[in-house]
Nanobody
Framework: QLQAYGGGLVQPGGSLRLSCAAS????????IGWFRQVPGKEREGVAC????????HHADSVRGRFTISRDNAKNTVYLQMTSLKPEDTGVYYC????????????????WGQGTQVTVSS
């Protein structure tokens, strides 16, 4: 089970840190991904991190602004978001994959409830 939290309303150029807390499975066996979705659009992969945290991938749209990390001792994955833009608005979800470092939504399961991020002045 995954639970994403930390969303909120932030002005353009601002920062937020999202957290994804896991329970009920061996957390450090799996790749974890962050995704976002806005109404009427497909879920978009934002970033993913390998089971050990040694490998990461960020989507082109967020590279250089967002950073994914994980703390396996705390069963938590983070998404540090900086220089936020209005187009970053959406519901952010985390999920689990059995595959190594994929960012395709179809490769993920055990989706947690999302957290809303709104970037607006």
């Amino acid at each position: 089970q995954l639970q994403a939290y930390g969303g909120g309303l932030v002005q353009p150029g601002g920062s937020l840190r999202l957290s994804c807390a896991a329970s009920g499975f061996t957390f450090d066996d799996y790749t974890i991904g962050w995704f976002r979705q806005v109404p009427g659009k497909e879920r978009e992969g934002v970033a993913c991190i390998s089971s050990s945290g040694g490998a990461k991938h960020h989507a082109d749209s967020v590279r250089g602004r967002f950073t994914i990390s994980r703390d396996n001792a705390k069963n938590t994955v983070y998404l540090q978001m900086t220089s936020l833009k209005p187009e970053d608005t959406g519901v952010y979800y985390c999920a689990v994959s059995d595959l190594w470092l994929t960012i395709e939504a179809a490769d993920f399961h055990s989706w947690g409830q999302g957290t809303q991020v709104t970037v607006s002045s």
